[in-house]
Every structure is written in structure tokens, then in C-alpha cells.
């Protein structure tokens, strides 16, 4: 008799799954960095708090797959990062820390286009989306200038810009004020407030973090608390006083 395979990738993705992480557990080489996690994340906004080095960053690339963990499982709207990576990134978008990693193209608006190309958007409609995304990020008058003259607030603003024009319905944030001055600081995580997207990001900056539905504090490599912003940032706040 001829035995079944498992399918790829599940008929129909459930997004009332949200993000499923199931017995992980990371490695890089012999260094076990995350282990024990299970979580199942349905929030729209999800932070993710702890000392350096305790796996937040690795963490945030599980979950669209830049990472694959080394056992366990990852699950976006119920598709495993590990066999459907292509449509798992359509739905999670990650900014990461610094926008130069981001940053490709010459133009701003030959940077945002790129994704769309990826994804064989139509030249008008990628016009059209491209622009409306830069207008909306105050850079609509920057279209023609060269990225890497943007300041660094501009930057981070347009490595958004970059992700939300793709349109996906989660997006990941890894430390996305940590370069920035005060004003951006507050700038971007007012944009970040505003977005319709189910939100999860990784922040030492726990003013970002204050009204998140949900903060994880990591420690090396566990998840230590999970609860309200308010519960988690305290229990964080006594483990750090505790060292
Ligand atoms: N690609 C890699 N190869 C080897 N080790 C890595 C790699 N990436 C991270 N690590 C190690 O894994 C551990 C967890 O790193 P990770 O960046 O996930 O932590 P983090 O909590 O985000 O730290 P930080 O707050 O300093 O950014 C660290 O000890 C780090 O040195």
C-alpha cells in the first residue's frame, strides 16, 4: 500500500492559529541558546524583554523563518516555518534592528519597490502602492534621493516602509528604536501603535512596550514570565535588580 505524505503545506492556512512555537529549542553549533519554549501567540501586540544575549533576537527570526529551529516547530497560521519559508515570510514581515541591513537599493523608492518586484506586482499597482506607503511615512518628497543620505530616523521609517508595502499580516520588530534619538524613538513607536498588523517585537525599550497586550521576559534562552506589559516589566525589573 502506498503511504501518504504528509502535505507541504496545509489546504488552507487557520490564522485564528496565530504563531505556534511548539518544544523549541536553538543551537548554533555545540551553544544551545533557546530551549523548552511553547507558546501559542495571538495577540495583536507581543514584546519580548531580557538581558543581552538571552535569545530575544533569535527568537524574533524563528518566527518567519529566518531561523529554523534546530528541534521543535514553528507554526505561522499553522504552516511550519520549516516547510513553507516562502509563504510564512508573505505573512511575517521582519524589520530588523539596523535599516542599513535593510537598505539595498540606491533610491528610496527603488528600495520599497523591490519586494513587490519579488512578488511580480504589476508596474502600475507597484507605483501606486509604493507611493502611497512613502506618502504616509512623510518620505514622499524623498523618493528620488539616495537611502543612505536619510537620516537614521528616515531610515528605520523606510525599512517599514519596505516591509508594510508588502502587505503582510504580522510583522516582527527586532530593537527598532535602539539606534534612534528620543523624538525618533517616539516617532516609530507611534507608527508601530497605529499599525492594523499583529505586532511582536523585541525591545530593550520598555516605554515602547507599555500598552503591548502581552511581554515575554527571555533569560538565557527561557521564556521567564508571560503576562501583561505591566507584570512582565516588573518581574524583568527585579530579575535585572537581582544580579
Ligand atoms: N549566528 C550566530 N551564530 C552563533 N552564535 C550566535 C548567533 N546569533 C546569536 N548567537 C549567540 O546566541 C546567543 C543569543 O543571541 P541573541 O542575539 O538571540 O540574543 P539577544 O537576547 O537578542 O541579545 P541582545 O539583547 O544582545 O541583542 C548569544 O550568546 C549570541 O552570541
Known amino acids: 500500500m502506498r503511504r501518504r505524505r504528509r502535505p507541504l503545506v496545509p489546504a488552507e492556512a487557520d490564522p485564528s492559529r496565530g504563531i505556534e512555537l511548539v518544544g523549541v529549542r536553538h543551537a ?19 514584546g519580548v524583554i531580557g538581558s543581552n544575549g538571552s535569545g530575544k533576537s533569535t527568537f524574533a527570526r524563528l518566527l518567519n523563518g529566518l531561523v ?27 524589520v530588523f534592528q539596523d535599516p542599513d541591513a535593510q537598505i539595498v537599493h540606491p533610491t528610496v523608492a527603488e528600495d520599497v519597490a523591490y519586494g513587490l518586484e519579488n512578488q511580480q506586482v504589476a508596474p502600475a499597482e507597484r507605483a501606486e502602492r509604493v507611493a502611497e506607503i512613502l506618502d504616509r511615512y512623510g518620505l514622499a518628497g524623498h523618493a528620488d534621493h539616495p537611502a543612505h543620505l536619510l537620516s537614521g530616523g528616515q531610515k528605520q521609517l523606510l525599512a517599514i516602509a519596505g516591509v508594510l508595502v508588502m502587505r503582510p499580516a504580522r510583522v516582527v520588530f527586532d530593537e527598532p528604536t535602539t539606534l534612534l534619538d528620543l523624538v525618533n524613538a517616539r516617532r516609530i513607536a507611534r507608527v508601530i501603535a497605529e499599525l492594523p498588523q499583529a505586532v511582536v517585537a523585541v525591545s530593550h525599550d520598555l516605554d515602547l512596550l507599555d500598552d503591548f497586550d502581552r511581554v515575554l521576559v527571555m533569560d538565557a534562552g527561557r521564556v521567564v514570565e508571560d ?17
Open 227 to 243: 503576562g501583561p506589559a505591566e507584570q512582565s516589566v516588573r518581574a524583568y525589573r527585579k530579575l535585572m535588580a537581582d544580579r
Open 28 to 46: 548554533y553549533g555545540e551553544r544551545t541558546v533557546l530551549d523548552g519554549i511553547d507558546l501559542r501567540l495571538t495577540e495583536h501586540r507581543v
Open 68 to 94: 529554523v529551529p534546530t528541534a521543535g516547530r514553528v507554526l505561522v497560521d499553522g504552516l511550519d516555518t520549516r516547510d513553507a519559508v516562502r509563504e510564512v515570510r508573505r505573512r511575517v514581515g521582519f
